[in-house]
């Protein structure tokens, strides 16, 4: 089956400092990748949608300039939390849709974000 | 927001007993999916269920879709402890690349 790997799937940061999160179809290839935000006990809100080659298109309310998102090739997209505050700290999860346009989108298992 | 709503937000039932969730959204769908979560982990895709269709199974799920409604079902039968976590449903629109989660319910399956 599809894979979807993300790493680190933890990291702790200092605040004020940036942070980067990989998110990569191992076995196929994402034309569209989905970057989401879960708060403990809450549902996944969708931060951005990333197309390879092109710019992510931001959800309401999601600053691109704080979240910078880069989908250079099919296989990899890449979150950096820039400039990082205590309340940045969440569970980001990716998932990618595969190349055929197919409706399925594969999750991956999450990176914890505590920033100290 | 489109965010679909679910209920209930947590159900507690004991070992053997079946679990049922409900999902309902605001706009029409292309398909809605169900995903599992356990705590602290990434999602697991259940089930997805077109728009034409009202009733699709897999092992010990049930789901059920009502577009006249707009909401769905997911029935677990014969719950196990192993079935504890959290669930959402999932909704992909006509025209939106994009997946609406629902907020969730926690089940907890006592032994």
């Known amino acids: 089956g599809a894979v979807v790997s993300q790493h680190p799937s933890w990291v702790i940061c200092k605040s004020g400092t940036s942070v980067k999160i990989e998110c990569r179809s191992l076995d196929f290839q994402a034309t569209t990748m989905f970057w989401y935000r879960q708060f403990p006990k809450q549902s996944l809100m969708l931060m951005a949608t990333?197309?390879?080659?092109?710019?992510?298109?931001?959800e309401q309310g999601v600053e691109k300039d704080k979240f910078l998102i880069n989908h250079a090739s099919l296989t990899l997209s890449t979150l950096t939390v820039t400039s990082a505050h205590p309340e940045d700290s969440s569970f980001y999860i990716c998932s990618a849709r595969g190349l055929a346009g197919g409706i399925e989108q594969y999750f991956g298992p999450g990176t914890r974000l505590t920033v100290t | 927001s489109q965010q679909g709503e679910e209920d209930p937000q947590a159900l507690s039932i004991q070992e053997g007993e079946n679990a049922t969730m409900n999902c309902s959204y605001k706009t029409s769908i292309n398909n809605l999916q169900w995903y599992r979560q356990n705590s602290g982990r990434g999602l697991v895709h259940l089930i997805l269920?077109?728009?034409?269709?009202r009733e699709k199974h897999s092992g010990r799920l049930r789901v059920t879709l009502d577009t006249s409604k707009k909401s769905s079902s997911l029935l677990i039968t014969a719950s196990r402890a192993a079935d504890t976590a959290s669930y959402f449903c999932?909704?992909?629109?006509?025209?939106?690349?994009?997946?609406?989660f629902g907020q969730g319910t926690r089940l907890t399956i006592n032994p």
């Open positions: 999932a909704t992909d629109h006509w025209g939106a690349q994009k997946l609406v």
């Open positions: 269920i077109r728009s034409n269709e």
């Open positions: 990333s197309n390879e080659g092109s710019k992510a298109t931001y």
